[in-house]
C-alpha cells in the first residue's frame, strides 16, 4: 500500500518535471524570438507541436489527482486545466503565427506564470515524495522489527 | 509706457532709427499694455499689473492673456534676458542691449501686487502678441530698424543641417498662409457663437506669427515685448528673417513667439440647453476640411531636407521629451508609411547604384547614408545621425570636404541630397512603361487556375498551340500535375496564353456546379507557386463550401449583435485561412482577393488572406457586368500594372530613447519590427506607433528612416530609403501645434478597425470618441483658465478637423451603426480597405468633397479645360445642398450624382435621356448625344484621372423620390448621398451631444452650466 503511494508521487514528479521543461523549453523560444533568433515560422512550429500534449498531460495529472483523491492537489492543479480548456474551445490554445508579435509579451506572460505554478506545485509533490520515501522506508524498518 | 512705468524709460531712448521715435504717439499705447507684461514674466508669473489697465480697449483684454501666458512659462526669462554672452547683430544690438538687461527687475514690485483674480497663472506659454492688429496699423507703416540688420546676421550664420532651429526662418511663409486661411473661420464664429471678447481677440494678433518652427522655450520668453517694440511687419519674408534674431535678441522685439495663437484660439462654442434637441451651434462656423488633406508645411520646412510627407507622415512632428510628455497627448503617437507612394512626374525617387562601394550604412545600427549624417575628418568619417557613431567613409566613397563641413560632391549624390528630377528618371520611366505594357514584359510568368467542386490546372507550354485542362477532383489530397508547365513565362506562352483567355469564358458557360473548393485551390495554387513568389489574384464567386478552409454562412444571426461574441463575426472562421496566410507570406505571394457575390461570401476570412500577405480586398457586391464592369476593369488593370515592389521587408529605424511598438496594416510581422510585405505598391501604406524608451529624451532631434528592401519588377534588389527628423519638444503645447491630423485620423482609424476585430462596434467607435475628447480637454486645460473659456470647447488649428474626422470615421462603414446599417461583408471589405488607404485618400473617404455642376453644365461658355469652377469643394451640410442643383459627391471610391428635386427638367433629360423619369437608383449615367451630356461625362472622366487608384463608379441618386425609403434607407445600395446627408445632420448633433456627454463624464466637477455658455455665458 505504502509502495502505491510511492510509486504514484514518483509520477507525479517526473509528470511535473516534463511539464516544466515543456513550459521552460516555451519561454525559450519565445524570448529567443524577441531577440530574432529563430524566426517566426520555426518558433511557431516547434510551440504548437508540444501545445497539446501539454495539455493532455496536465490534464491527466490533474485527473490523476481527482482519481486517486488527493483533494488538496487536484484543487490546486484544477484552475490550470481549465485555463487550457477555455483556450481550447476558443481556439486560441496555439501560437497565433500572423500576430505573434501583438500577443508576444502576453503569451510569455502566460508561461512564465504557468512555470511559477508548476513550481509550487513541483515544491509540494517533491515534499509529499520526499515523506512518501521516508515513510517507505521506516515501514520497511518497521517490516524488519518485526522480524 | 515709459510714462507709465517708472522702470522702462530706457525705451523711447531707443536710438533715433527706431521706429518709437518716429511715431511716439502710437506707440505709448503698446508699451503701456506690453511693458507690464514683459515685468510679469520677469516676475515670475504674475498676471497682468495694475500698470496695464492701458488706455486703449483692446489691450486690456489682450494684456492679461500675454501676461498669464508666460506666467506658465518654465524657462526664466531673466535669464535669457540678460545674457550677456548673446552675440548681438551689428546694428540693433546696442541699443536694445541695455534696456534688456532691466527689464526684469524695475517692474517686478509692481506685477507682484497685480491682481490674480483676472487670470490664474495656469496656462502654457503661448505666443500672445498684446494687441489686437488695428492699434498697430499705424507702427506697420513705419518701417522698423530692426528689421533690417537680423537678416544680414543670419545670413552669415552658417547654415548647419543637422541643427533644427537653424532652419526656422524658411518656414515662417507656410503658418502665415496657414493662419489666413484660417482666419476667417475664426471671424465667422465669432460673429456666431457666444464667444467671449478675449480669446478672439488674441487670435488676431496670431497672423504676425506662425512662427511654429521657433522652439516654445526660446521665443515664449519674448512675446510681449514684440508687440510693444516692433510692429508687425507687413511682409512675410522679413518677419522671417527676424525671427532667429528675436530669439536670440528679445530686444530686437520681434514676433517670434507669436507662435501658436492662433491654433491656441481656434475656438469652438458648441452648447444647447440641456435636454433640447437643438443644437445652439451654428453649421456654419463648424471648420470644413474643404481644402482636402493639407499636408503639414511646418514639418518639412522645418527640416527640408525630410522626404515628402506623402512617404511618411507623423502624427505629431514634435517629439515628446518625456514619457510623461507623451502619456498627456492621448492622440497616437506615430507615423504612417506610404512607401511607394506614387509622385507627380518630376519627382521620382531616385535609384543610386553603390555597386562599387557597396551599400554605406551605420556600423552599428544598420542605418542606410542619408541628407542628415554629418561628415568629420576631412570627409574620412562619417557620423550617423539616428545612434552617433562615427564611420569610416569607404575609399570609393570618399569625398573631400568643404570649407562649410559639406561634401564638394554633394550635388552628385542624390542619397544625400534631396534631389527632386535627376540623371535616373529615364531609368524609372522605362521600368514603369515596362510595367505598363504587362504583356510584353520579357519576365513576367503567369498561370491559371479555376475551381469548382474540382481543381482545373491548365497546361500552357510554349510548344502547344492550345492550353491542355487538367482536372484534379482529390480535395483532400492535392497534388499538382506537371508543376512546371502550370507557369509559364508570358512572352514564350503568349498566344496559348491569349488562347486560353479567348476561350476561358465559354468553357464555364454552362456550369451549374456551385461548389467551391477554394481552400485546395489555394493550397494547390501556393504549390505552384511557392517556387517563385509573385501575386495571386483570386475571383471569388460564393462561399467556399468544399475541402479545407469551407466557411459556414454565419452573421444573420441578429441576436450575436451587440454581444461579447459579435467581433467573432469579423475574424476569420477557420484557421485554415490564418496559418495559409502565413505560409503564403513565408514564400513571398501575396493574394489579392476579388470577390463579386450579393450573398455571404464571408469577406472577413477571405480578406485575411490579403490581410497577412500585403494584398488587398475588392469587393463588388451583386457584380453586374453593366454597372460593375468598368469598376473592375479598372481596377484589376492597375492591381496588375501600377508598380510593385516583390518580396519586399521593410522596417522603419528611429533614434535612440524611442521605438516603433505597433504595426498597422497589411503585412505581417516577421520579428519585432520587421514588416514582411510580399508585394508592395503605391496605394498602401502602413501606419506604426512609437513609445518613449526612456523617460526623458536628451537629444535635441530625432530621426527616422524608413527601408523598404525589394525586388524591382526589372530584377533588382533595392532598398527604398526615406529619412525625417523632428524636433523633441518639451512642451504639449508644441506637440499640437505640430500635430498632423491626417496623420493622426490615419493611425486612429487603423487602430479603430482593428479593435471591430476584438470588441463590440460601439466599442470601438467609443475609443476613438474618448481618445479624441480626451486629447481636446488636455488641450483645453492648457489655456482653459486664463482665457475663461466657459463651455466651449478649443482646439488646436492643426487638429482643427480631428473631431469632424473623428465623427465621419465613427460614421464610416466599419464602424458604423449596429447589425443593419452595413452588411457584414461590405463592412470587412471597407475595413480591410481602410487599413491600408494612404492619409489622402483615407481623409477624402471621410470626408468626401461635394461640388455642384449644374451651374458649370449649363453655362454655355464653358470651355472643355475649364475646371476651374469646379474645384470648389461645398460643406457637407444640408443648406449646401440647393433642391434646384445637380451635385456630385465624391469620396475617392465612387461619384454620387444628386439631382435635385426641383433640378430644371432639361438637364434631367438631357443627362438620362429617356430613362429621366424611372427609378434614379437603376440608372446607368451614359453618354448622350448632347453637350450637357458629354460635358459631364467629361468632368467624370477628369475626375477619375486625378485619383486613379480606385474606379469612381456612378450612383444617381434623385432627392424628390424619397418618401416612403426614409425608414429602410440601408437597403437602397445607391442611397449613399442620402445617409451621409442625414449623417451630416446627425453629425452636428452627434458632435454636440457626443462630446459634451464626454465632456460631463470626465468634468463631472465643473458645473453644469458651464457646458452650455448660451445659458450662461460667463459661466
Redesign the interface.
Known sequence: MMSMDLIFWIIAFLINLALMASTFYQIVILTD??A?YI???DS?TSINRIVLPEFIVQGVFCASFLLTLHWFMFLITVPVTCYHVMLFLK?QH?F???E???F?NAEKKFRLIKLGFYLVIFAIITGRLALSVFEFLSDADDATQLF | MGTENPGRPNFPARPAATPFAAAPPQNVMPFSSSGPLVGTEAAGFRPTPPAAPQPTVPFSSSGPLAGSQSSGFRLPPPARYNDPSVPPPASNVPPTGGPFQRFPTPPFPSTVQAPASRVPPVGQPIAQPPAPPVSFRPQSQIPPVPMGAPPQSVNSAPPNMNVPYSVSDSSFPAPMTNFQSSFPGYARMQSNADLQPPPMQSTFPSHRGGYAPTPPTSSTPFLSHQGGYVPPPPVAAPLGLQSRDQMQYPGSGPPGSIQGLIEDFSSLSIGSVPGSIDPGIDPKALPRPLEGDVEPKLFSEMYPMNCNPRFLRLTTSGIPNSQSLASRWHLPLGAVVCPLAEAPDGEEVPVVNFVSTGIIRCRRCRTYVNPYVTFTDAGRKWRCNICSLLNDVPGDYFAHLDATGKRIDLDQRPELTKVRSGMIEIVAQTIRSCLDELPGYPRTQIGFATFDSAIHFYNMKSSLTQPQMMVVSDLDDIFVPLPDDLLVNLSESRSVVETFLDSLPSMFQDNVNVESAFGPALKAAFMVMSQLGGKLLIFQNTLPSLGVGRLKLRGDDLRVYGTDKEHMLRIPEDQFYKQMAAELTKYQIAVNVYAFSDKYTDIASLGTLAKYTGGQVCYYPGFQSAIHGEKLRHELARDLTRETAWESVMRIRCGKGVRFTSYHGNFMLRSTDLMALPAVDCDKAYAMQLTLEETLLTTQTVYFQVALLYTASCGERRIRVHTAAAPVVADLGEMYRQADAGAVVSVLSRLAIEKTLSSKLEDARNSVQLRIVKALKEYRNLYAVQHRLGGRIIFPESLKFLPLYGLALCRSTPLRGGYADAPLDERCSAGHTMMTLPVKKLLKLLYPSLIRLDEYLLKASAQVDDFKSLEKRLPLAAENLDSRGLYLYDDGFRFNIWFGRALSPDVAMNLLGADFAAELSKVTLSERENEMSRKLMRILKKFRESDPSYYHLCHLIGFYKYTGKFSKIHSIPSSAIFVIYRGLNMLVLFLVRTLMERFIQYNYQFEFRHWFPSGCVDG
Open positions: 524570438l524577441e530574432d524566426n517566426i515560422y511557431a481556439r496555439l497565433d503565427v500572423t505573434a508579435f501583438r508576444l
